[in-house]
């Protein structure tokens, strides 16, 4: 099954409060111009890495082709054109179609994934800090714009693809358990309210996001930041005693 294996994962181990959670960073080539690689006497991983990159690239170039033109715009053809390549270069990275499409879903996954990662405070995280986490989560601007119309392409293929299904139910569970710590550790230390549980705090915050950001990409950019003010006010009414 093709998913995770899409773009180099490295393993990393964050830290919040006491409990530990495993989560990936995603290798991101330069835009570089596509070409097919030549062999060389480097070694195996030498060509792993470059195998990888074209990959990653061609992931690349699906997910922008989806974004703009829509999932039934992803042909070989238009995809050969968009990296100046024959369509037997592609078979040499991607057995078939959808294998493409699930690496174009996977490279703007972890995009949008990465970015809230990075928004956590892992030092002395309080309601304030979760604010930056939603906001990084939505399509303010025109890179996560891209990444949530892909996104959103995904969870229509999934419907009619199980196991792409099952990948995004087990994504979305991995993250709730993250975002549940964060705000467990927030309700210990008394920045969050207790009277709602952790588990609800976080299907709450993640239904609305999800909600949220489809309903921004309807809107001109200049009008989302205030759009989604609302979602902001809601968060302060979860402060505790101690925020």
Partial sequence: MLFAINHRLEPHTYQASDMKYSSYSVYYPCHSHFHRPTPDNKGYQLRKVDHDIRRAEVAGAAAKLIANKGLEALTTRALAKELSCSIGVLSHYF???????????????????LRMQEAIAYESPNI????????????????????????????????????????????NNQFRELMAVM??????????????????????AFDLVNGMAKNLLMCPFEEREAKAEYLFRLIAVLKGPAA
């Fill in 95 to 113: 057995s078939s179609k959808e294998e493409i499409v699930i690496a174009a879903f996977r490279w703007a996954d972890q995009r949008i994934d």
């Fill in 183 to 204: 705000i467990a550790n927030m309700q210990t230390s008394g920045h969050v309210r207790n009277d709602i549980s952790a588990s609800d705090i976080t299907s709450i």
């Fill in 128 to 171: 304030d800090s979760f604010v930056p986490v939603i906001k990084a989560g939505l399509p303010l601007d025109e890179e996560s714009d891209l990444e949530w119309r892909v996104r959103l392409n995904l969870h229509t293929f999934a419907l009619t693809h199980k196991d792409s299904l099952e990948a995004e139910r087990d994504k």
